[in-house]
T-cell receptor
Framework: DTAVSQTPKYLVTQMGNDKSIKCEQN?????MYWYKQDSKKFLKIMFS???????INETVPNRFSPKSPDKAHLNLHINSLELGDSAVYFC?????????????FGPGTRLTVL | AQKVTQAQTEISVVEKEDVTLDCVYE???????LFWYKQPPSGELVFLIR??????QNEISGRYSWNFQKSTSSFNFTITASQVVDSAVYFC?????????????FGKGTKLSVIP
């Protein structure tokens, strides 16, 4: 029933580990995004995929690698986790690649790196 | 340069008071879109409104209203007769057509606390 879902909701891990966050949308949308929200609540786009193709890749370390196996999924893999990666990560989707499209957000994944 | 400025970091009001959240944006595009999102304490982001640059009509939805003024590059959000359930962080965001990347640029958010 959930439009945009993310798993896990919470992720606690040690520095240096590799982890993945999964995102799925059942809205039939073509475009998906990953955002990072830091401790001060600042939201910043990380990646955007349209029809499984990478469109936006903001200045994000190479340790972050998105993967879109199909239009309904956009997963985020993070290698060699660092303390500064602690944040809430939001997945979102929109109907298409257009500036006026409403973006639907997932519930967020709170990542804590110890 | 910051494209979306929400100068009010935190606001506290007593229930039933009216409150206005300010949003000032910066763009060179003639076609752009402005959004407001709400993030309640539970953490999810909820879409509230979208406005395009050619439509300066103010909008009202229940207790919520939005005032878009291109002359001052502002898109302010007013909650009338605030309620405790309005307590949340509110984000204003901008999307520009000319940029090509169509990404949403968010302001830093305004945390609204409505005290019973």
């Amino acid at each position: 029933d959930t439009a945009v879902s993310q798993t896990p909701k919470y992720l606690v891990t040690q520095m240096g580990n590799d982890k993945s966050i999964k995102c799925e949308q059942n809205l039939g949308h073509d475009t998906m995004y990953w955002y990072k929200q830091d401790s001060k609540k600042f939201l910043k786009i990380m990646f955007s995929y349209n029809n499984k193709e990478l469109i936006i890749n903001e200045t994000v370390p190479n340790r972050f690698s998105p993967k879109s196996p199909d239009k309904a999924h956009l997963n985020l893999h993070i290698n060699s986790l660092e303390l500064g990666d602690s944040a809430v990560y939001f997945c979102a989707s929109s109907q298409g690649w257009a500036p006026d499209n409403e973006q639907f957000f997932g519930p967020g994944t709170r990542l804590t790196v110890l | 340069a910051q494209k979306v400025t929400q100068a009010q970091t935190e606001i506290s009001v007593v229930e039933k008071e009216d409150v206005t959240l300010d949003c000032v944006y910066e763009t060179r595009d003639t076609t752009y879109y402005l959004f407001w999102y709400k993030q309640p304490p539970s953490g999810e982001l909820v879409f509230l409104i979208r406005r395009n640059s050619f439509d300066e009509q103010n909008e009202i939805s229940g207790r919520y209203s939005w005032n878009f003024q291109k002359s001052t590059s502002s898109f302010n959000f007013t909650i009338t007769a605030s309620q405790v359930v309005d307590s949340a962080v509110y984000f204003c965001a901008l999307s520009e057509e000319g940029a090509g990347s169509y990404q949403l640029t968010f302001g830093k958010g305004t945390k609204l606390s409505v005290i019973p």
